[in-house]
């Protein structure tokens, strides 16, 4: 079945560094990918999306790639803030049925001032 | 628009207590979803509705009931609480835009079974 692998955290950062969280994925068909965040005590949001193959998603100097040879979506960002601290979900879903909506177990960012 | 709300934040159950956490939406979603979430598992689907009136079992559906009587709720009910549903349970809701289901999600509801 459709599966997504994150890298392992928590991560570690100091502020400015520059930020990749690896996401990969398997699928039989042609998901749609998302990365969506969780602010401590908080619920998810969205974060960005791409819907097909080298789509390019980008929000808050956020981006991530639709790589369909590589079958991997990492979220990078040049410059992270404290205010970036929080838990990075990667998910599919696949547009044959909405049940098949896949998250990753997620990856927990901290950045040090 | 308030977007997803859920009730309560916090809930305490002893072993074998009943109770519903509670979900609204605003946004004329049809999708809405239950998951709970347990540190280093993600998020894992406990039921879904496709619209009002229709409901199925996700993956991990045993303990828990659901029902859609209107487009806007979508109840979520623990018939006899167990130890094993301590977890944090979100509500979430979406519409289908070309086959891309993108999820709007509530606040989240933290329980603990003791």
């Known amino acids: 079945g459709d599966s997504v692998t994150q890298m392992e955290g928590p991560v570690t950062l100091s502020e400015e560094a520059f930020l990749t969280i690896n996401c990969t994925y398997t699928?039989?068909?042609?998901?749609?990918l998302f990365w969506y965040v969780q602010y401590p005590g908080e619920g998810l949001q969205l974060l960005l999306k791409a819907t097909k193959a080298d789509d390019k998603g980008s929000n808050k100097g956020f981006e991530a790639t639709y790589r369909k040879e590589t079958t991997s979506f990492h979220l990078e960002k040049g410059s992270v803030q404290v205010s970036d601290s929080a838990v990075y979900f990667c998910?599919?879903?696949?547009?044959?049925?909405?049940?098949?909506?896949?998250f990753g177990p997620g990856t927990s960012l901290s950045v040090i001032p | 628009n308030a977007g997803v709300t859920q009730t309560p934040k916090f809930q305490v159950l002893k072993t074998g207590q009943s109770m519903t956490l509670q979900c609204a939406q605003d946004m004329n979603h049809e999708y809405m979803s239950w998951y709970r979430q347990d540190p280093g598992m993600g998020l894992r689907l406990i039921h879904y509705s496709v619209g009002a009136g229709i409901t199925d079992q996700g993956e991990v559906p045993n303990g828990y009931n659901v029902s859609r009587s209107t487009t806007e709720d979508f109840p979520l009910r623990l018939l006899s609480a167990a130890p094993s549903q301590t977890s944090v349970y979100f509500c979430?809701?979406?519409?289908?835009?070309?086959?891309?289901?993108?999820?709007?999600f509530g606040p989240g509801t933290r329980l603990t079974v003791t």
């Open positions: 998910a599919l879903s696949d547009e044959t049925s909405y049940d098949k909506v896949i």
């Open positions: 699928a039989t068909g042609y998901p749609s």
């Open positions: 979430a809701s979406s519409y289908s835009k070309g086959g891309t289901y993108e999820q709007y």
